[in-house]
């Protein structure tokens, strides 16, 4: 090139949230002008062609903080990270991913995929074609703008893909640039089994996912890098808002609506629980502590939670205060709870030294109606029928179990076949009329939740297999994670009369 470039970096990050902080909806698109980030220049020189950023660039790393972000790199000699044909009848751009000598961050590697291994620079409109004085004038920088890609938080690289580039010039012109492809639209007319809408944005580790009453809100309980609760609207789902948490914090255990819809109550994993109002994410309150797992009864009134020694605690929604303290469950790891629709019983299942106990307490009468002990470990989810007289079970190796509560001691198998496939996780319907379970197809198969029978099979349309599940209330919807997707299932019978 005829001028030498100077060697720079510059991040884009957005500010940090404060722990349970409702965040804005992440811009959307690869478009330059949609992009709403700060421009925080970073301190350092340095003779390699990108400068160390330290912190910040670890920062903007975390995915469910910082989906998109941007680096500008400007990069001289004759390895140059992009070169301009500088034909009048042709002026065009290429940009080299692998020529980029992308930083390490507190000794871990920043590893940077791209569609492909040039990627064409053009103008962006026929009647803005920039000048060669323009390309190589020495305060033009390229820009890489990236989608973190979420991972494990302790591994040895942090991982991102090229979502856009562009070079531009120092008063932020852009003078030719590449975006990746527009995403297909999110919902269509499926095929047989297929999702009717699969929207990206969700981690792709998922604790469970909470429906409000009137159906227009999801949230979603999960995160890898930065816990978090997602708060998603309509159908399709648009993401409107994010509850973040303290990245040593933990997986969130959970999220559940009350059945008025005023309040979200979640648990962190410090067994903290947080109750907010759902339509704001404001009104933050904290109910209780040592909460390994909750679950709502009596409308939402009250709230159900397992200690971590092993009690059953009754916390009050309006005040914080304790209702009940009930019984003992088995010492041990991974409780599961579960109540009845009507909250008069709360199936409750843990696991010690490679053995599950369930027990089946009736809170009112602080007494247990059932209980199963001395059961192969290995359970994956709980569920409870309207009435509670069923408890319903998965299993990694059993598949799906149900035991009668003040029957038999014993969890049988259910559902024939097709149940012995449900090795993941469980949803009833609002009405506990259908019941839904994680395939390892990847896919769900839903069931008659009273005579144990197969009446659909759905599939994720991809390999990655299925996270949370939850119905929407009218039941003509399922919802559920996969592979950092959000997909929604149509349970509706077309004019044809065969389900989808």
């Known amino acids: 090139m005829s001028s030498r470039l100077c060697a720079a970096l510059v991040c884009c990050l957005l500010a940090l949230p404060a722990p349970v902080l ?4 992440a811009a959307r698109g690869a478009r330059f002008d949609d992009l709403r980030l700060a421009s ?3 301190p350092g020189t340095s003779d390699e062609a990108v400068v160390h950023p330290g912190q910040a660039l670890e920062v903007f790393l975390s995915p469910s903080d910082f989906p998109d972000a941007v680096l500008r790199l400007v990069q001289d000699g004759d390895d140059a990270v ?10 065009r751009g290429e940009a080299v991913p692998a020529r980029v000598r992308w930083p390490r961050i507190d000794g871990r590697s920043l590893v ?11 103008p962006q ?3 803005a074609r920039p000048t060669p004085e323009e390309l190589t004038d020495q305060g033009t920088v390229l820009e890489w703008y990236l989608r973190p890609l979420e991972g494990e938080s302790d591994t040895a690289e942090l991982r991102a893909e090229v979502r856009a580039v562009r070079i531009a010039t120092p008063a932020g012109r852009t003078l030719i640039s590449w975006s990746e492809p527009e995403p297909a639209p999110p919902c269509g007319e499926p095929s047989l089994g297929q999702p009717r809408c699969r929207v990206p944005g969700t981690s792709r580790v998922s604790t469970s996912i909470a429906v409000h009453p009137s159906g227009r809100w999801v949230a979603v309980a999960g995160g890898d890098l930065r816990p978090r609760i ?11 808002r994010r509850l973040t948490f303290p990245p040593w914090s933990g997986l969130p255990a959970g999220a559940q609506f009350t059945a008025d819809g005023q309040t979200l109550v979640v648990a962190d994993a410090a067994g903290t629980l947080h109750c907010l109002e759902a339509e704001t994410g404001g009104g933050h309150r904290l109910v209780g502590r040592q909460a390994r797992a909750f679950v709502l009864i009596e409308d939402g009134a009250t709230i159900a939670a397992a200690d971590a020694e092993g009690g059953l605690t009754i916390w009050r929604m309006r005040d914080g205060t304790i209702e009940a303290r009930i019984g003992r469950l088995a010492h041990g790891t991974a409780p599961l709870l579960a109540a009845s629709a009507d909250g008069r019983r709360i199936a409750a299942l843990s696991t010690e030294d490679g053995q599950a106990s369930l027990i089946v307490w009736e809170p009112e009468q602080e007494r247990a109606a059932g209980q199963v002990a001395g059961v192969e470990a ?3 989810d709980l569920a409870l029928d309207a009435e509670g007289e069923h408890v319903l079970a998965t299993h990694d190796r059993l598949g799906l179990l149900r035991y009668r509560v003040g029957g038999e001691a014993r969890l049988a198998p259910w559902g024939g076949s097709d149940g012995l496939r449900c090795r993941g996780r469980l949803a009833l319907s609002f009405d506990r009329s259908l019941l839904a379970c ?3 197809d990847p896919g769900v198969a839903v069931f008659d939740a009273i005579e144990g029978r197969l009446v659909r099979t759905l599939t994720t349309g991809s390999d990655e297999s299925v996270g949370a599940l939850a119905f929407t209330p009218d039941g003509a919807r399922l919802l559920a994670t996969a592979g950092g997707e959000l997909l929604e299932w149509s349970l509706a019978a077309p004019a044809g009369g065969s389900p989808r």
């Open 22 to 25: 409702a965040e804005p909806e």
């Open 230 to 240: 997602d708060l998603w609207r309509g159908s399709p789902p648009r993401l409107v």
């Open 378 to 380: 290995g359970f994956i």
């Open 82 to 91: 992009f070169a301009v044909n500088l034909d009048e009848t042709a002026l």
């Open 125 to 127: 409109a026929e009647g």
């Open 40 to 42: 925080v220049p970073l």
């Open 438 to 440: 994680a395939t390892p």
């Open 112 to 122: 940077v995929t791209a569609p492909a291994e040039t990627l064409p620079l053009e």
